[in-house]
């Protein structure tokens, strides 16, 4: 029996596509629930070829997204920690984070009115305490405000991934890299999953496949934008000790975010994206070259807001992101195939911090259980007239 026909006997109750973060957490957290699951991706994993990648992203439970997402991070918290404790992989750096901004500016408003709900304290600094405790932030407007909030930090990807394989391996789940699935069909009272190579039956297939969802979910209103990572060496005396993860609202239109102070080096920084207009990428060709067009924007800000780095940026890497018109997450059964497909995307560039959460809620929807979370935001039925 070669390969292929090795392959086509192969079976699982559940197929996850995609092993992202979000992939990677829902076998994980099926593998943890005795669930018989097998994950496959088109690269080996951990990759940089989809949306987790670049070594660091910004961890905080205070969500300013959606109302509910406070619980989802806490929860996420929770189980990262428990995974780094199973596997001895160092996931999560909880340095504290600052927020900083006009009093009316949305991170501002949007961080007090999160950490209410959360029953958290955020610590409030003024424009001169801003300037004395992390002075690498300069041009601070008159009236800004900083929110310190102690439970912010950066969460490490690949390691996450590796862990979360590692994890679900020992748990007795199956993983596959470097094939890659070519479509899905009804097959008796289950689904056959055509491979580059071979085919899998299954009775029911996770949906992570990232900037890719459209191919098997063409109905779901989803925008796939590439979003580059870039990083700066700081200058000479730059006090990266006094530089914890932040997002720092400038205007309405110009949101600055970095991860400084971790691993001694680089500091990645970013500007905020929600709202920006980018152009629509295509997931077969994505164009993986810098322009140096899409630097001009975050250089200007750094070289004004951030003058101890730069002046110009010493890494830069693509990385991709699925936007829906709501901003936020598609997690739920497909009406297509008969309901048995479950989708785990529309990340829109926030959805790292809550990858294990994502993973326990799609556990729970396969296995026909309740979430333990609230999930009607993020439910695909919300576009059922598109999906119809
Ligand atoms: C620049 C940037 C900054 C970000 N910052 C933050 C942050 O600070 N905090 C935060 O919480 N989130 C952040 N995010 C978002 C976060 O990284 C993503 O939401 C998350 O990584 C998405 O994971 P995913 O599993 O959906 O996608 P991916 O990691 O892209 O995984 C999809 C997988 O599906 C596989 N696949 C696709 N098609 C097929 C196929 N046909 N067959 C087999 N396999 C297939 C791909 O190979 C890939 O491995 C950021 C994202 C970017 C781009």
Redesign the pocket.
């Known amino acids: 029996m070669n390969a292929s026909e090795a392959m086509d006997r192969a079976t699982a109750d559940v197929v996850v596509?995609?092993?992202?973060?979000?992939?990677?957490s829902a076998l994980w957290r099926l593998a943890e629930r005795g669930v018989d699951v097998l994950g496959?991706?088109?690269?080996a994993?951990p990759?940089a070829?989809?949306?987790?990648?670049?070594k660091?992203?910004?961890?905080r439970t205070i969500c300013l997204e959606h109302d509910a997402l406070g619980a989802w991070a806490q929860l996420s918290h929770r189980l990262f920690d428990a995974l780094s404790a199973e596997t001895g992989k160092r996931i999560l750096d909880i340095t504290g984070g600052v927020m900083i901004g006009d009093p009316d500016s949305g991170a501002i408003r949007g961080t007090r009115a999160a950490a209410r709900r959360l029953g958290l304290e955020v610590e409030r600094f003024d424009r001169d305490q801003i300037a004395a405790r992390w002075p690498a932030h300069s041009d601070l407007a008159p009236g800004d405000v900083g929110l310190f909030d102690p439970a912010a930090g950066a969460?490490f990807?690949e390691a996450y991934v590796e862990a979360a394989l590692a994890r679900a391996r020992s748990l007795g789940a199956r993983a596959i890299g470097g094939?890659?699935?070519?479509g899905i069909r009804p097959e008796g009272e289950g689904l056959r999953i055509d491979l580059a190579f071979g085919s899998l039956r299954a009775r029911q297939v996770v949906l992570?496949?990232?900037?890719?969802l459209q191919?098997?979910a063409p109905g779901l209103p989803l925008d796939p934008v590439r979003?580059?990572?870039t990083w700066f060496a700081p200058a000479p005396g730059f006090a990266l000790a006094q530089f914890p993860v932040f997002i720092r609202e400038i205007s309405p239109t110009l949101t600055l975010?970095g991860?400084g102070g971790i691993g001694g080096g680089e500091i990645k920084v970013?500007l905020g994206?929600v709202g920006v207009p980018r152009a629509r990428l295509d997931?077969a060709h994505i164009d993986r070259g810098i322009e140096t067009r899409d630097l001009r924007a975050l250089e200007q800000a750094v070289a004004r807001y951030l003058p101890g780095m730069g002046p110009r940026p010493s890494r830069v890497d693509p990385?991709?992101?699925?936007r829906t018109p709501d901003n936020q997450f598609i997690i739920g059964r497909l009406p297509a195939l008969g309901g048995r497909l479950i989708a785990?995307?529309g990340?829109?560039?926030?959805?790292?911090?809550?990858?294990p959460a994502i993973g326990e809620v799609v556990a729970a929807i396969t296995t026909d259980t309740s979430p333990p979370l609230e999930t009607d935001f993020i439910d695909p039925g919300r576009f059922a007239r598109v999906l119809a």
Do not use: Y
């Open positions: 596509i995609g092993l992202g973060a979000l992939g990677v496959i991706d088109q690269f994993v990759h070829h989809g949306a987790t990648h670049g660091t992203r910004l961890f969460a990807p094939v890659r699935v070519t992570a496949t990232g900037v890719w191919e098997f979003t580059s990572m975010w991860h970013g994206d997931p990385c991709v992101i699925n785990a995307g990340d829109n560039g926030h959805a790292f911090k809550h990858a």
